[in-house]
Nanobody
Framework: QVQLVESGGGSVQAGGSLRLSCVAS????????MGWYRQAPGKQRELVAT???????NYADSVKGRFTISRDNAKNRVYLQMNSLKPEDTAVYYC??????????????WGQGTQVTVSS
């Protein structure tokens, strides 16, 4: 069993900052790519940022220069530092991870999501 749990969401005014954290637990051999996605009401889930186990990163154009993804491999954690938040960043944020429970096989696991609300 593998579980991903997000934390750090909340309500903030435009221009503010939040730091999201996600921890993976369970019978894990290795974690490959990890990422953050978000889903606003009435919209499809979209990619926010991803990071490889070699720390290569990728960002959606809408968050470049404002958000920073990082990870701590020793703690099975991924973080999302969000600065200069805008009302359009309001969404449920989900973390995911490509996780191996046995050698040569990996699956994508998702967290339950954490709400981020940005008021103008």
């Amino acid at each position: 069993q593998v579980q991903l749990v997000e934390s750090g969401g909340g309500s903030v005014q435009a221009g503010g900052s939040l730091r999201l954290s996600c921890v993976a637990s369970g019978s894990i051999i290795s974690i490959n790519d990890m990422g953050w996605y978000r889903q606003a009401p009435g919209k499809q889930r979209e990619l926010v940022a991803t990071i490889t186990n070699g720390d290569s990163t990728n960002y959606a154009d809408s968050v470049k220069g404002r958000f920073t993804i990082s990870r701590d491999n020793a703690k099975n954690r991924v973080y999302l530092q969000m600065n200069s938040l805008k009302p359009e960043d309001t969404a449920v944020y989900y973390c995911n991870g490509d996780i191996s429970r046995r050698f040569g096989v990996s699956y994508t696991y998702w967290g339950q999501g954490t709400q981020v609300t940005v008021s103008s």
